[in-house]
């Protein structure tokens, strides 16, 4: 079983449509939880990072992490096409950014 | 503009004909990392350095060398590359090993072993 498993979809929605991606994970010890942005032929770039329980917001994005289900969230609203790209989720323990693990990554498509 | 540079972006070798995959970033930063980019798979973590001459391995570092002579430079070496390290590699840097900051990645090298 990974220690991280993401849907890898793809996921296509209309243009303003409300997106959820999600992770799962086994290891009770990741504490800190980020969300990636790829676009094709890029590298990922960091969009959301939360630490422990809780939900962040940052414009049109909420990232959600619930510890007791071992469950994360990244919600997208009024989507964009520009959100078109693939997502990536990353959790950590205590050794930080040390030992970063990764979701596959989820494909979205917004369609105009 | 700051940035991670990765060199060559693409790349085809046969198999056991040793290879370079040079990182720079111009940023100062004291972290810098591989990973490599399966299918399925996600990122993986090959190596990391967390300041000049300090490197260790990540998950998956069978068959790869990593060296780090000066703060801005990262070269992944792969001595006798084979077909199973076909794949997508990035090399990435950070101001800290911290957590909260955030990790920047370079565009990415696409490495075919005949």
């Known amino acids: 079983q990974k220690e991280v498993e993401q849907d890898p979809g793809p996921l296509s929605v209309p243009e303003g449509a409300i997106v959820s991606l999600n992770c799962t994970y086994s290891?009770?010890?990741?504490?800190?939880f980020m969300w990636y942005r790829q676009y094709s032929r890029k590298g990922p770039e960091l969009l959301m990072y939360?630490?422990?329980?809780g939900n962040k917001e940052d414009g049109r994005f909420t990232a959600q992490v619930d510890k007791s289900s071992k469950y994360i969230s990244l919600f997208i609203r009024d989507s964009q096409p520009s959100d078109s790209a693939t997502y990536l989720c990353a959790m950590s323990g205590n050794q930080g950014a040390q030992k970063l693990v990764f979701g596959q990554g989820t494909r979205l498509t917004i369609n105009p | 503009e700051a940035q991670v540079t990765q060199n060559p972006r693409y790349l085809i070798t046969v198999t056991g004909k040793k290879l370079t995959v040079t990182c720079s970033q111009n940023m100062n930063h004291e972290y810098m990392s591989w990973y490599r980019q399966d299918p399925g798979l996600g990122l993986r973590q090959i190596y990391y350095s967390m300041n000049v001459e300090v490197t260790d391995k990540g998950d998956v570092p069978e068959g790869y060398k990593v060296s780090r002579k000066e703060k801005r430079n990262f070269p992944l070496i792969l001595e006798s590359p084979s077909p199973n390290q076909t794949s997508l590699y990035f090399c990435a840097s950070s101001p800290s090993v911290l957590i909260q900051e955030t990790q920047y990645f370079g565009p990415g090298t696409r490495l075919l072993v005949l």
């Open positions: 939360t630490y422990s329980s």
């Open positions: 290891n009770s010890a990741f504490q800190y």
